[in-house]
């Protein structure tokens, strides 16, 4: 069973404050880690796909680091602002599931943007 | 373009009946995908479907079928409905093969009673 986890569960954050959360994965197998933003009733949104031990993404002010190695991935808002409060899932793709897409999910941080 | 689209959007459901759940994928998209989400945990992967043929299966028990279509629609059954099949469900869809993201539609709520 693959375990994929995500800290903190919920967070309540000031506006303007900048934050992270963590997702833990399994180290070996890697294919891909994705992070995705979910508003309520609302289409969870595709934010990075990272492959790379090391790599670093960017998205206005949101951006993800990736270590495959030791299994962690940060996600970090700078500047947070109310439209920011959303769920964020992460997602592990392991190698030996390319082929049929399979993504394991953790089970989300809940972020509160606090005006 | 539209985005990945489905239907119905709410769906109430008495135990043992059966139940159909459609899915448009995003124009060029073959590969389409379900999740289930049970409140407070992660979608969970259900099915993948690749040109008409299934490519992966989660650890869902059989009742959970699921085809393909030719213009690359799919639809997901789940036949003898029991309480514990109450939840969202989630396609999505992606240009298959490669480091691509997968894109989601709105889901389906599923309610039985």
New interface residues.
């Given amino acids: 069973i693959l375990n994929v986890e995500q800290s903190p569960q919920s967070l309540h954050v000031q506006e303007g404050d900048s934050t992270n959360f963590t997702c833990s994965f399994p180290s070996s197998n890697f294919y891909a880690l994705h992070w995705y933003r979910w508003e309520t009733a609302k289409s969870p949104e595709a934010l990075f796909v990272m492959t790379l031990n090391g790599d670093e993404k960017k998205k206005g002010r949101i951006s993800a680091t990736l270590n495959t190695k030791e299994g962690y991935s940060y996600l970090y808002i700078k500047g947070s602002q109310p439209e920011d409060s959303a769920t964020y899932l992460c997602a592990f793709e392991r190698s030996m599931d390319f082929g049929n897409e399979k993504l394991t999910f953790g089970t989300g941080t809940r972020l509160t943007i606090i005006p | 373009d539209a985005?990945?689209t489905q239907s119905p959007t709410h769906l109430i459901k008495t135990r043992g009946q059966q139940v159909t759940l459609r899915c448009s994928p995003i124009s060029g998209h073959k590969?389409v995908?379900w999740?289930q989400q049970v409140l407070?945990?992660?979608?969970?992967?259900i099915f993948?479907y690749?040109e008409k043929e299934e490519?992966?299966r989660?650890n869902f028990p059989d009742r959970f079928s699921a085809r393909q279509f030719p213009n690359y629609s799919s639809e997901l059954n789940v036949n003898a409905l029991l309480l514990g099949d109450s939840a969202l469900y989630?396609c999505a869809s992606?240009v298959?093969?490669g480091?691509?993201?997968?894109?989601?539609?709105?889901?389906t709520r599923l309610t039985v009673t």
């Fill in positions: 985005g990945v590969s995908s999740y407070g945990q992660g979608p969970q992967f993948q690749y490519r992966g989660g989630l992606k298959a093969g480091f691509y993201e997968q894109y989601f539609g709105p889901g």
